[in-house]
């Protein structure tokens, strides 16, 4: 089984970027898809970015559309999140989970069975 190990946290300014990596330290990612998921302090967790490892087409938050890109990294055998134009309402700790969703619960927390520590973005000047 994968056990998601996050990356790439860190304090940031408005309009800056930053890149997330999600490595696994057991297995491979092959037969699961990766979701970017994040948490601010008082709210719930939210849905933020995914994709099967396999290929296929990613997914996103609305709030992250146009801004933020998942990847594959094949020979790191990572899941990349690059943060572009990033606000305060970004900041958040940020967990990458792997798991075997259908489509239409991709977006959802409860379909991803490993999770990793979380790394925290904070945007801020």
């Known amino acids: 089984q994968v056990q998601p190990v996050e990356s790439g946290g860190g304090l940031v300014q408005p309009g800056g970027s930053l890149r997330l990596t999600c490595g696994t330290s057991r297995d491979t990612f092959g037969s699961y898809a990766v979701g970017w998921f994040r948490q601010a302090p008082g709210k719930e967790r939210e849905f933020v970015a995914a994709?099967?490892?396999?290929?296929?087409?990613?997914y996103y938050a609305d709030s992250v559309k146009g801004r933020f890109s998942i990847s594959k990294d094949t020979a790191a055998n990572a899941i990349i999140l690059q943060m572009n134009s990033l606000t305060p309402e970004d900041t958040a700790v940020y967990y990458c989970?792997?798991?075997?969703?259908?489509?239409?619960?991709?977006?959802?927390?409860?379909?991803?069975?490993?999770w990793g520590q979380g790394t925290q973005v904070t945007v801020a000047s």
């Open positions: 989970a792997a798991g075997r969703p259908i489509t239409s619960t991709i977006r959802t927390a409860g379909a991803y069975y490993y």
């Open positions: 994709r099967r490892w396999s290929g296929g087409t990613p």
